[in-house]
């Protein structure tokens, strides 16, 4: 991060800066389009274009605040055509290939657009129309350099506070410093104290925009994606709420509340939210004739796990066969699907690992253990890959094979390198695996140690979890073992990360029950009857939590 006096100085650098040698005017000529962009919600960006620019690239901004990023492109191309020299439209469209936050950078397809504009960064910066422009240009260009990603996430970072400190009225300029903030979160390889420090920064440029402006796409936006966390969660829900509304026509608008919902367990928002933005996405690749592998299987995902928390499991079991045969004949061999590559499998494991469903079709749908990602893979398809290899190994427990499939992790384990960066999510793996044999009733390694807390502990997911809970595993194996009070504290620390998770809420319920807690068993069992209100009537553990909570 640049110290006070390195971001004091770049201040100072921006106010004395004289105008670019080939500008279209000083920044009280820049033009000033229409607010409102029809169904993506209010731009306003002070630009030198020409005048046949203006209405493409206020499109093309506000499709990018919402991470519509084709529509962008295209929109930030059209302001390109209209005025060749325009350097705001191209420094646009090169942000169009960085979706850090869905794990995917081309960084060459944006350098390819850069150098359409010029060369280099020197004559790039040089045609901005002013010294506002030029800020913009330096924090973008810093994204782009060759160099490592969290060097380049750091000097985009850095040079966007320091324009949002510069203009401190300029939504986007305070949108994007927001958005930069969360690129350094995530893969600035900060440190613990550094990431916080960007995360709060984060909530606090997009607190500012949609103060200011709740019309304002980025505001609302990116104040979701930095709350996006039960701590946070609650800063964001205001945003949650009005976002739907400021971009009905970005199909990514309708489905961002949801990342809201899901941290505070509103469970019936989240399906709502969801079934708008499936809806959206039908539309929408139907309007651009793409095929079904662009259809939004994020949304159906979370949709499903609102509706599993929900206890409509039949639902659930609805929508893998909505994605299932939305894929059918499809073909999904470009990496750019890989969402639908998963598709069927996730919805599958998530049917299963929230309904304790494992048929035989579950276990066909989840599939053998997939190779590893390829090493030219982008870290979204390694995060899908990593998921699917989980979820396949966790699935032979139920699909026949659970010693073998023990002992297999249990050797690859044992033969880790100190320092592999699989490590990890193996050894979870291998602690879930565990905890599952013992619970199905095979002999357990040392029972203390099994049942005791990770030494890493669990994080809040973003979005629906995408394994089996750590904390729930140990509660209900800790309530086998006759420990109540100790599953209560798992269950409980389960719930934190979880909010009002059905199957934790189950569970603490149980341990409570057994503790000889009747009044905290019934509390709890009254909190998974609201989730349960109109569940399915012949759900497993429904009429128990009636009779325990004393409903008729």
């Not at 060749?84 to 944006?110: I, Q």
């Not at 160099?147 to 939504?171: C, I, K, N, Q």
Request: net charge negative; with cysteine.
């Amino acid at each position: 991060m640049k110290s006070p006096m390195a971001v004091v100085a770049a201040l100072l650098s921006i106010a004395s800066a004289p105008p670019a040698a080939h500008a279209r005017g000083q920044e009280r000529h820049a033009h000033h389009a229409a607010a409102e962009v029809s169904g993506l919600g209010a731009v306003s960006f002070a630009n030198s274009g020409a005048a046949a620019a203006q209405a493409p690239f206020q499109r093309g901004l506000a499709f990018l605040h919402s991470f519509e990023y084709d529509q962008a492109a295209e929109s930030f191309r059209a302001a390109q055509a209209a005025d060749p020299a325009f350097a705001m439209a191209f420094w646009g469209e090169a942000l169009t290939y960085s979706h850090l936050l869905w794990g995917e950078d081309d960084a060459a397809a944006a350098r390819t657009a850069l150098a359409r504009l010029a060369p280099s960064r020197e004559a790039r910066l040089a045609k901005a129309g002013t010294a506002r422009e030029r800020a913009f240009g330096d924090a973008i260009e810093a994204l782009f350099v060759d160099g490592t990603l969290p060097v380049r996430v750091r000097g985009f970072s850095d040079g966007m506070r320091v324009v949002a400190l510069a203009y401190p009225d300029d939504l986007d300029a305070g949108s994007f410093a927001a958005l930069a903030s969360m690129f350094a979160a995530y893969v600035g390889d900060l440190g613990a104290a550094e990431r916080q420090a960007a995360r709060d920064a984060a909530i606090d440029f997009a607190q500012r925009v949609f103060t200011a402006n709740s019309n304002h796409p980025g505001g609302a936006h990116y104040l979701i994606h930095a709350c996006d966390d039960p701590a946070f969660a609650a800063r964001g829900l205001e945003a949650a709420r009005r976002y739907a509304q400021i971009a009905p026509e970005a199909e990514h608008a309708l489905h961002m509340p949801s990342h809201i919902f899901v941290q505070l367990g509103l469970w019936r928002d989240t399906v709502a939210s969801n079934q708008r933005s499936w809806a959206a996405s039908e539309k929408e690749v139907a309007a651009l004739k793409e095929t079904n592998a662009d259809l939004s299987f994020h949304a159906l995902l979370f949709e499903q796990y609102a509706e599993l928390q929900l206890g409509h499991y039949r639902a659930s079991r609805a929508l893998i066969a909505k994605a299932r045969a939305a894929l059918a004949g499809v073909d999904l061999s470009s990496g750019h699907h890989v969402d639908a590559q998963h598709a069927v499998q996730e919805l599958a494991f998530q049917h299963a690992a929230n309904a304790g469903e494992w048929s035989a079709e579950i276990c066909r749908d989840i599939g053998p253990l997939p190779a590893a990602a390829p090493a030219d893979a982008s870290d979204r398809e390694r995060a899908f890959t990593s998921r699917a290899r989980y979820q396949s190994t966790t699935a032979a427990i139920f699909c026949g094979s659970p010693d073998a499939v023990l002992g297999a992790v249990r050797e690859r384990v044992a033969a880790l390198p100190a320092n592999d960066p699989t490590g990890p999510g193996l050894r979870m793996t291998l602690l879930h695996l565990e905890l599952l044999a013992y619970m199905a009733g095979a002999p357990p390694r040392p029972l203390d140690a099994l049942l005791q807390d990770p030494e890493t502990p669990s994080r809040a997911p973003v979005g629906p979890p995408t394994t089996l809970r750590t904390e729930e595993l140990l509660g209900e194996a800790r309530l086998k073992a006759g420990k109540p009070r100790e599953a209560i504290a798992a269950f409980e620390r389960g719930l934190a990360l979880t909010p009002n998770r059905s199957a934790a809420l189950l569970g603490l319920a149980r341990a409570r029950q057994a503790a000889g807690d009747a009044a905290g068993a019934a509390e709890a069992y009254g909190k998974l009857l609201e989730n349960w209100r109109d569940a399915d009537p012949d759900l497993p553990a429904l009429a128990e939590a009636r009779s325990r909570a004393g409903a008729k």
